[in-house]
């Protein structure tokens, strides 16, 4: 079982790790979205073009039942709904759409999650600091417990590093 | 795209029969035609695609209860202070 770390360097280029930089970036990591499999070889069979994948960043999310996904991102690959979904907000319950998706984690050789059920949310805005004096980097998907469920993911937080493995 | 009214309609008078021989797959249904039910996701997406190409169809879990989503970071306004 492969175990990826993800650790948080000194801002100052200084010697040792930097602890509270996972405090307070939390556990992102990069990720590309892209349509399903299932639907890339219908678009090819077709002779229809295959949307590119579009880049950002993901931060897991361990408070969230399924994974979030800019939903601009999901119509934008042209992808359809697969059904609503009930999802609880500041202001009561609210209906959002599922979207079937397909991330791929590029620092990851070899892994992505084919045809996984995300909720289309509105993440417009969102960035996240990713590295000292670098612009932030945008937020595309919220990592929750659908994905986590097969997933092993330590936090360490006296190191300033996180884990996972599946 | 997007309200699935005829295949809830659908799904609600299949599911307590559902529920008995299927519970925990993956149903599609496309206006009044039940496709099929499938061990999880990836193979209900998959064969939806197969047959209706780019028109929208349902996948639903086959449970008791509706599923919900719970995002507090996201609409507690966690994730949108401004960093």
Same mark, same amino acid.
């Given at each position: 079982m492969p175990i990826y770390n993800f650790r948080f360097n000194h801002p100052n280029g200084g010697p040792g790790l930097f602890p509270p930089g996972l405090a307070f970036a939390g556990a992102?990591?990069?990720v590309e979205i892209h349509v399903p499999p299932q639907m890339a070889d219908l678009l090819t069979r077709?002779? %229809?073009p295959v949307p590119d994948g579009v880049s950002g960043v993901a931060i897991?999310?361990?408070?969230? &039942?399924?994974?979030?996904?800019?939903?601009?991102?999901? %119509?934008g690959l042209g992808l359809a709904?697969?059904?609503?979904?009930?999802?609880?907000?500041?202001?009561?319950?609210?209906?959002?759409?599922?979207?079937?998706?397909?991330?791929?984690?590029?620092t990851i050789p070899g892994f992505d999650v084919n045809a996984q059920q995300a909720v289309g949310v509105n =993440? &417009?805005?969102?960035?996240?600091?990713?590295?000292? %004096?670098?612009?932030?980097?945008?937020?595309?998907? =919220?990592?929750?417990?659908? =994905?986590?469920?097969?997933w092993l993911f330590v936090w360490n937080g006296p190191a300033g590093q996180w884990s996972i493995s599946f | 795209m997007g309200s699935f009214e005829r295949e809830l309609a659908l799904y609600e008078t299949k599911r307590q029969e559902l #529920?008995?021989?299927?519970?925990?797959?993956?149903?599609? #249904?496309?206006?009044?035609?039940?496709?099929?039910?499938?061990?999880?996701?990836?193979?209900?997406?998959?064969?939806?695609?197969?047959?209706f190409g780019q028109e929208p169809f349902l996948v639903r879990q086959i449970s008791t209860e509706d599923p919900t989503a719970q995002n507090p970071a996201l609409y507690a306004g966690i994730i949108s202070a401004h960093l």
């Open positions: 992102f990591m990069p077709d002779g %229809k897991i999310d361990t408070g969230a &039942t399924f994974t979030s996904i800019d939903e601009s991102i999901l %119509k709904s697969v059904g609503p979904i009930v999802s609880g907000t500041a202001n009561g319950p609210a209906v959002h759409q599922m979207y079937p998706a397909r991330i791929v984690f590029p =993440l &417009t805005g969102q960035a996240i600091p990713t590295a000292p %004096k670098q612009p932030p980097q945008r937020i595309v998907a =919220l990592i929750g417990r659908n =994905l986590l469920a097969n | #529920i008995v021989s299927h519970l925990g797959q993956y149903v599609v #249904i496309h206006g009044d035609t039940v496709l099929g039910v499938y061990p999880n996701f990836a193979d209900a997406y998959g064969s939806g695609v197969a047959e």
